[in-house]
């Protein structure tokens, strides 16, 4: 076995997994380990990863480098902001979040075991639907702390913090700065700074 039959490029999330409800085999991690080329899986079915744009890479690094800046001066724990790390979230659900906030992982495993303590994810026109329907309710469930949706062409983050099983939206920023005081290493992002810079 090499990999699934290919979705077709879609036009946005639900399209992708519309394309992969139509496979009538169930995946398991096992089989996700052997395919060529960029996946996640979920709840067995492959989703195939399409190229981000410039301006979404850009984003991600500059979202990666305001965290670690923080999370260098931090003494309580080893907290790292990693981007496109696979979490295996379950037998049948390998997700490739944008980034993720960990503290405290072992660094010589080919992926995460464990739930990260923030998602965040930049949307694009393909994975909207993915990012704030699927993906949104697997972290609730999962105990990831923090989900955060960058949308680059509004220069918008979305904030949610998670309470009591449930996600409790902190606010939308165009500007201002955002709090994660629930990490383990707390953290803040300057979105007025972030987006000024950007492309």
């Avoid at 991690?29 to 979920?42: A, C, K, M, P, Q």
């Avoid at 923080?70 to 295996?88: N, Y």
């Avoid at 990260?116 to 469930?141: W, Y």
Wanted: hydrophobic residues 40%; glycine residues 6%.
């Amino acid at each position: 076995m090499t990999y699934p039959p290919s979705p077709r490029r879609p036009s946005n999330g639900s399209e992708v997994m519309g394309e992969a409800a139509r496979v009538p085999v169930r995946y398991t991690v096992s089989d996700w380990e052997t395919w060529e080329g960029d996946w996640e899986l979920i709840y067995g079915q492959p989703v195939a990863m399409v190229a981000p744009a410039l301006r979404h890479q850009w984003l991600v690094y500059r979202l990666t480098r305001e965290l670690m800046d923080q999370f260098e001066a931090c003494e309580k724990a080893r907290c790292l902001a990693l981007p496109g790390v696979a979490w295996e979230v379950a037998e049948d659900t390998v997700l490739v979040p944008d980034l993720v906030v960990v503290c405290e992982e072992d660094l010589d495993q080919k992926r995460l075991l464990r739930t990260p303590e923030m998602v965040i994810e930049v949307v694009s026109p393909h994975t909207r639907k993915l990012d704030e329907t699927v993906k949104f309710e697997i972290c609730a469930r999962e105990g990831v702390r923090y989900y955060v949706l960058v949308y680059p062409e509004k220069r918008l983050a979305k904030v949610w913090r998670l309470s009591e099983g449930r996600y409790v939206k902190e606010g939308d920023f165009f500007q201002g700065s955002a709090r994660f005081g629930d990490l383990t290493c707390p953290a803040e992002m300057d979105f007025t700074r972030i987006f000024s810079e950007g492309p």
